[in-house]
């Protein structure tokens, strides 16, 4: 009796023997994720289902393997495919200022009200974290607008911003700050010209704004490595997480905020069920949102 994943990630018992097939739910994905666990330390059992069958049937079709036994077979010989599978579950699409009016907002509405705050508190220091940047571009993206806020208004304030993935391969890209022409299209005339210089068919973030970033390798299934925060900004990365872990990163970046701090998520997640409680939506269409900070007893 054989196991079969099919492309549309849909489970089925085959006897070759006979040539029956008979429907198998869940069951041998759960010990994929088992024998993943076990064997190679990845917890996968914190992303949507739907998502893993979706990219193990992907990758199965790429490696034109037919069963899901085959497939426990070719990770076990082959050490690197856990880290393709990983990435393969990990989409990491991402684009400078993606949802240009998302940006807008944040220079519009956020910041000011930062910087405010800012140049009345003794620690002088933006502090923002891209958490799930991807190869970088979101992080670089917030740096070059409030680099260019703070320039254009005079303003003298220190700007830390932390990027983090769990793709140790996507935050090597971002510490690098090289990015093919096509990518940087996306970045407004001007600041392309200022934060971007050439080199060769690429483009490298200038050293103004690659001071102000620091990436790291972070799971968000860890507690959070930052503290007084005043900007989260976690946008298309909780859509992949099962519903009950996105409360708990929801509770990790309520933590690591300051008090009048503000996350962002992407535009079709939301803060749901009982992180309700921790975050006011203070902008629905950009899905921004402030902490609630409760001084109980
Ligand atoms: C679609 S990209 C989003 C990039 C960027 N935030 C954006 O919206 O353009 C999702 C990223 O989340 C990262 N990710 C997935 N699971 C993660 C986890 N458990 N901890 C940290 N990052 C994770 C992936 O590696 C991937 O780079």
Redesign the pocket.
Known sequence: MKRALTADGAHSLYDAGSGVTMAFVQMSMGELLANLQTNFGKDFS??RLSCIQRRVALRMSTLKIATLDDYMAYLTGNPKEIEQL??T???????FF??AEVFDAVAKDILPAIVSRKLHSPSRTIRVW??????G??AYSLAILIIRHLRANGIELALEVYG????KE?CAVAREGIYAARKVEGVPGEARRKYFEAKGPDYRVVSEVQRCVKFSV?????PSPFSLLDLV?????LI??DHAVRND?LGRFHAALGDHGMIIL?KSEAVMGSALARYELIDPRNKIYKKIVRRDS
């Open positions: 914190n992303y990983l990435d579950v990990t989409i990491h699409v991402t684009e993606r949802d891209s958490a799930g940047c991807s190869t571009e979101e983090t993935d769990v793709s996507a972070h799971d968000l299934f860890l900004v976690c946008r298309n990365v992949h997480f990163v992407g």
